[in-house]
């Protein structure tokens, strides 16, 4: 069957018939924004991958948050259809539910095609921890496994060594599967097509950079964006808690924290160098696929908000993607709406293979020149609360299982709660640039952006828009919501689109 696709596809496009299936390497940060500077300090993925191939400047995340956008990316579903709906066994992140689905992500898929598959690095928040299995386990797919057990750190963690858990306290985790991935590099041939993944802990908490980069860019302060720090009174309940603004003494916290990131992914730059060069001193350069992205973005100080994700700005959704390969264009930019569950099918296509109809992202289309697009993606995020998570001295004791993070050293702002749960509409076409957002609170509260008119999100035009127009995002969305396979996520109206 398989072959029979294959000739198929060599019969219909004559590039996918060259003589060796390339090869595909991903690097999947952990939290790198792009709005604010993220991809800054990253001058050898620029030179390497951006200016060797396409940097995607409309690209977002199912979900600004990392277990659910982690099952989106390896399965290519949204997350009401994987049901990993947060970093909790209990809220389904590598519980039993995804290993079922695990079973068919495009790494089972390239590796049932031939492919050799190396992982390093964190996975699914919850993998490796005793009440999923322990580090044991491995994930279907991965001929070579090096899955970090739990969430990202950069010291005294365990690595799962193809099911061998090994536990380092002092090696700074990044140069770990950076080495890994060169001793895999160094042992592969054109013979086979591999697929690698790699996936570092940058710029991730608690942003610990390494000893040889401490200090590098000491003189860096956060972005003051026109919505930094700021007080809002048209956004949803989390947001205009207090204190707003922030106290000036957490100013440089926050100053802290962004030069922090940027320090801790310049191990990532020199890592995605030493993979370049590795594959070009092995002759396996011009045969391989180079993507680059992050799980989600990140915020600091916007909206009087700490640091975080979790919220639909364009800080938190949107991230990085940058592909090098031999059939993407060089030096260009793509302004093609693109969302990361298309990533599992894109590689499947990359590999020669048919992404299956069930996915409900799309290949990307690599023209950069086509300018004729329209789509509608959702995004969802469903709000976390805990209890402990208050700390004793702050205020919020009222219902305090329903909030998350708030810490006094955040000055008792809250980062989460359970209401804080939302679906949004990032509507992109040669023409609109728009989001609605509806919110799973007692207000149903809705916001809505024009982002060309007002990249910073400052104000909430929901009052203001037509009300035909508020009402189709709201079915649209309703639809959304629900959807299965590409067919019915990339339309689920099924209906000529009210706009061209
Ligand atoms: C290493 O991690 C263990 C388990 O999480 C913890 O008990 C220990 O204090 C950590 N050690 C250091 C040096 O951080
Ligand atoms: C590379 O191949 C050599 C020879 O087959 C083998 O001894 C070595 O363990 C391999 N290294 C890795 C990292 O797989
Ligand atoms: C930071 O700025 C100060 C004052 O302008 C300067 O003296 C210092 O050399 C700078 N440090 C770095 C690392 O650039
Ligand atoms: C990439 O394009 C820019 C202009 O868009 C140009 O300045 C630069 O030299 C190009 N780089 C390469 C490697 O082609
Ligand atoms: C995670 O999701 C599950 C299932 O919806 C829920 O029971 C749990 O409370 C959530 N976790 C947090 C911390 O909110
Ligand atoms: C959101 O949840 C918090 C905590 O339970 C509650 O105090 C607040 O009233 C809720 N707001 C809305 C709009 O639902
Ligand atoms: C919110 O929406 C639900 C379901 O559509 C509805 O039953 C409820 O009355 C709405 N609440 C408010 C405050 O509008």
Redesign the pocket.
Known sequence: MLNYLLITLCLAHVAVCQDHNPNIVVILTDDQDVVLGGMNPMKNVHRFIGNEGTTFTNSFVTSPICCPSRASFLSGLHVHNHMTWNNSVSGGCYSRTWRKLETRTFATALKDSGYNTFYAGKYLNEYGVHATGGPEQIPPGWSEWHGLVGNSVYYNYTISNNGVPTYSPDLYLTDIIRDLSLNFIENQTESQPFLMVLAPPAPHQPFTPAPRHQ??F??VTTVRHPNFNIAVNDKHWLLSMPPAPLPAEMIPDLDKVYRSRWESLLAVDEMVADVVEALDSNSLLTNTYLIYTSDNGYHIGQFSQVYDKRQPYETDIRVPLLIRGPKVQKNVTNDQPVLNIDLAPTIMELAGLLPPKSLDGKPINFDSLNKDFERNMLVEYYGEGRDGTVDPSCPWKYDSDNLAQCYPEYDCKCQDSKNNTFACLRHISNRINKKYCSFADSENFTEMYDIDNDPYELTNIIDKELPSVKHWYKLMLSQMITCKGYSNCDNPLQQPRIYG
Do not use: K
């Open positions: 200090g590098v000491s003189n």
